[in-house]
């Protein structure tokens, strides 16, 4: 665990729990701009008797998919302790509702619904979103953090035309390798087109060994996006397959197109898009000279999508201030913890309807199926219990294993050495 040896939560600062074991980026300027106001303890072993031990007034998180911090966040609940998960990312289709991980795979749904009191939604976009899955009361438009350092730099001018192209991968091409296959044909058709231009200096940043397979050399040397923020001040436009790059392209003034051969529904909008073979030379025509009026539609995409008027972290930090207040002034006899909604105003949110059905977004998995809340409760407890049990089995073997182990480290040191010196 990592501390910041400010004030904690006994003398007028927040005492913040952090359930992450990577991901600081998203939480750092957060911790610095609140500086000694705040002490930051970041659990990477999600331990709810611990984080209780420790007395919160906060309790944070990236992701609250992960089973034990999901436990983290009921128990905060019932204690009382407002929670607050940060969107890591922009929302994506075949994230959301073709990755394995997730509903799809019959796990968890991402965001459907959050369980953390409060979620940080990236901006507007994304907040009617994740309201409109029955979160209307939890969502808060902040930005993004993680984003807040690229605010501060002044990116040169592209040239026109342009002669520095960057293309470049989410972290992860697929989540299947039927769409890691789709992605690949994809950059294959852009590189066919780009090999006939010798005049444009081609940049490629691809994850997961594309670049191998393509036969080209990669740029991807860490997942940071300060280093991603100073390849783009060198390039002139950008093709990206659907990630938070997309932003992080248009805060850079660079225009940006997504290649996109999957055919699935855009949560982020962008004013071009590469979706099918014939689109690419007239779209890389037009990113190396962008019209004007859609470099003014990406700028209207970039604002709809992220709150970037101004640095994330002080509304992160406000969202995170006043919810500890809204805590503390949450009359104890009234149960569960429940927070008022919209505690940054109004603007961005979604108004509040009915969510859909989990069985409609998810069909065929047994978890999502059943409309009877009891017989749900009854089988939710059945598999609480049977958990609890699995655990106390796993407890038991490996004491058994330590102790079997000791018990081999002792017949080895009591065991006769033989030599064969002469």
Avoid at 34 to 42: C, D, I, S
Wanted: net charge neutral; glycine share 8%; hydrophobic share 40%.
């Amino acid at each position: 665990m990592e501390h910041n040896h400010g004030r904690s939560g006994s003398d007028g600062g927040m005492n913040v729990w952090c359930l992450m074991g990577d991901q600081f980026g998203h939480v750092k300027p957060v911790e610095e701009y609140l500086g000694a106001h705040a002490r930051f303890t970041y659990d990477g072993v999600f331990d709810p008797r611990v984080m209780l031990d420790a007395r919160p007034d906060l309790v944070l998180c990236v992701n609250d998919f992960v089973y034990d911090i999901s436990r983290c966040l009921d128990e905060a609940r019932s204690a009382r302790i407002p929670s607050l998960v940060l969107q890591d990312g922009i929302l994506e289709w075949r994230c959301q509702y073709e990755n394995p991980l997730f509903g799809a795979g019959g796990g968890a749904p991402q965001h459907q619904p959050v369980l953390a009191d409060k979620i940080a939604c990236l901006g507007s976009q994304s907040a009617r979103a994740i309201g409109a899955w029955g979160n209307a009361s939890k969502v808060e438009v902040t930005g993004m953090p993680r984003l807040d350092p690229l605010l501060k730099r002044t990116p040169p001018k592209v040239r026109h035309p342009g002669t520095r192209l960057l293309v470049m991968t989410a972290k992860k091409p697929g989540f299947t390798p039927e769409q890691t296959a789709v992605t690949l044909r994809s950059l294959r058709d852009v590189k066919a087109h780009l090999e006939t231009l010798p005049e444009i200096d081609v940049i490629w940043r691809l994850s997961k060994g594309l670049d191998q397979t393509l036969g080209v050399a990669n740029r991807l040397k860490d997942d940071s996006g300060l280093e991603l923020a100073a390849l783009l001040e060198t390039v002139d436009a950008v093709i990206t397959t659907p990630s938070t790059a997309l932003l992080e392209a248009m805060l850079m003034e660079r225009p940006v197109a997504a290649l996109d051969y999957h055919n699935v529904p855009r949560f982020v909008q962008t004013a071009w898009t590469m979706s099918a073979p014939g689109h690419i030379a007239e779209v890389v025509a037009e990113l190396r000279d962008p019209p004007p009026r859609k470099m003014a539609f990406q700028r209207d995409c970039l604002n709809d999508s992220l709150a970037c008027a101004g640095p994330a972290a002080p509304r992160v930090a406000l969202l995170m201030e006043k919810m500890v207040a809204a805590a503390k002034g949450d009359p104890a006899g009234a149960g569960v913890l429940r927070l008022p909604p919209h505690l940054l105003g109004q603007d961005g949110h979604p108004p509040v309807g009915t969510p859909p059905r989990l069985s409609d977004l998810y069909p065929g998995q047994p978890s999502f199926e059943g409309e009877d809340v009891m017989e749900m409760q009854a089988r939710l407890a059945r598999q609480g219990r049977r958990i609890q049990d699995l655990e106390k089995v796993i407890r038991r073997r490996s004491i058994l294993y330590a102790l079997y182990k000791a018990g081999q480290s002792l017949q080895d040191l009591l065991r006769p050495k033989t030599g064969t010196g002469k």
